[in-house]
C-alpha cells in the first residue's frame, strides 16, 4: 500500500512558505509523504509515530523534523488525544539564497542525516522551545504589524536550540558515506531551486556534479517525492504565479521570465497545475489581464 502524498496548505507554495498551527488529534494519521519540510511539537497526550518504520514515542516534549523524503504516519489509541504544533517550510524557504533569513538548509542540513527523526527534548530544550512556539502562533494569529519577520526571528531561534540540543545529545559518529551522499544530492535540489530559470536538465545537472543521469532521476523521487521536471515544472508555476499576482508584466513575458522555452509550453504546464490559463487565472483573482 502506497502512502498518501499530501499537498499541503497553499501558503507554502507562495512568498512565505511558512505555517505553523495547532493540531489536537484523537485518531491516528495514516502513512504520508509531502513536498515540504515539517516539524511538529507534541505538548499534551501521547501517541506513537513511525518515521520510515521506526516507532518513536510521542510524549509532551517530543520534537520531530520530518523531510520530503520520509514515509510517517502517527497512531494514537482509543481514548488518548495528542496535542501538537505542527510547522510546515516549504522548498523556497529552505533552499533560500545563503545570505538570506530563507536560508534554513545550513542550519537543518545536518539533522537530515540523523538516525532518527523523532527527538525527546531535555528540560531545558523543551521548555525553550515550548516558549517560542507560543510566541510563534500568536504572531500568525494576531498578524500584527512585521508579523513574517518576527515569525522568522523566532522560527530560527526555535531550530537553533534544536540544534544546539541534538549536538549535546546525539553521538557524533556518523556514516560518513551516508552523509556525503544526501549531502551532495541536496546540493543539487538547492541548485536547481536558486537555478530554476536557467535552462536545467537531468543530463548537464549529472554533469555537473558527477553523477548519473539515472542516480539523479532516482534521488529526485526518493528524496523529494516527485520526479526531476514534475520538482522544476512546480517551481517555475510557483513564480510565475507571483509575477501574475504581483506585477504587470504581460503573460508572455512571465512566461520565460519563469524559465519556460516558448509560451505554448508555459500555457499548457500552467493549466495542469493551475485548473485554468494564466489569463483566467488573472482574471479569477481581479486583476486586469494585459
Known amino acids: 500500500m502506497f502512502p498518501n502524498n499530501l499537498h499541503g496548505d497553499d501558503e507554502i507554495y507562495g512568498d512565505f512558505p511558512f505555517t505553523l498551527k495547532i493540531h489536537q488529534l484523537p485518531s491516528s494519521v495514516p502513512a504520508h509523504v509531502h513536498h515540504f519540510i515539517e516539524y511538529t ?5 501521547r501517541g506513537t509515530e513511525l518515521v520510515n ?3 518513536r514515542d510521542l510524549v509532551p516534549g517530543t520534537f520531530t523534523l520530518l523531510f520530503p523524503h520520509q514515509v510517517h504516519e502517527i497512531r494514537v489509541e482509543p481514548g488518548e488525544e495528542l496535542h501538537l504544533y505542527v510547522g510546515a517550510i516549504g522548498l523556497k524557504g529552505f533552499f533560500g539564497p545563503e545570505d538570506s533569513l530563507y536560508s534554513l538548509h545550513r542550519l537543518l542540513r545536518d539533522a537530515e542525516n540523523d538516525a532518527m527523526s523523532t527527538y525527546r ?5 523543551a521548555a525553550a522551545m515550548m516558549h517560542l512556539l507560543q510566541e510563534m502562533h500568536a504572531e500568525v494569529l494576531e498578524e500584527g ?3 513574517r519577520m518576527m515569525f522568522l526571528a523566532k522560527l530560527i531561534q526555535l531550530f537553533i536550540v534544536f540544534d544546539r540540543y541534538r549536538q549535546r545529545a546525539l553521538e557524533p559518529a556518523r556514516d560518513k558515506r551516508l552523509v556525503q551522499g544526501r549531502g551532495g544530492m541536496w546540493q543539487v535540489i538547492q541548485y536547481v531551486y536558486q537555478n530554476f530559470k536557467e535552462d536545467i536538465g537531468l543530463e548537464s545537472l549529472a554533469q555537473q556534479f558527477n553523477y548519473s543521469p539515472s542516480y539523479v532521476s532516482s534521488a529526485f ?3 523529494i517525492g516527485e520526479n526531476f521536471n514534475s520538482f522544476l515544472e512546480r517551481i517555475r508555476i510557483a513564480h510565475a504565479v507571483n ?3 504581483a506585477t504587470d508584466m504581460k ?5 520565460y521570465e519563469a524559465g519556460f522555452k516558448s509560451y505554448s509550453t508555459f500555457v499548457r504546464v500552467f493549466q495542469e497545475h493551475m485548473k485554468m490559463s494564466p489569463t483566467a487565472y488573472r482574471k479569477h483573482q481581479g486583476i486586469e489581464t494585459q
Open 41 to 45: 511539537y507534541a505538548f499534551r497526550g
Open 53 to 55: 518504520g521506526v516507532a
Open 121 to 125: 527534548l531535555d528540560e531545558e530544550a
Open 145 to 147: 504589524p512585521w508579523y
Open 221 to 223: 523521487k526518493q528524496m
Open 243 to 245: 509575477l501574475l499576482l
Open 251 to 255: 503573460i508572455t513575458d512571465i512566461a
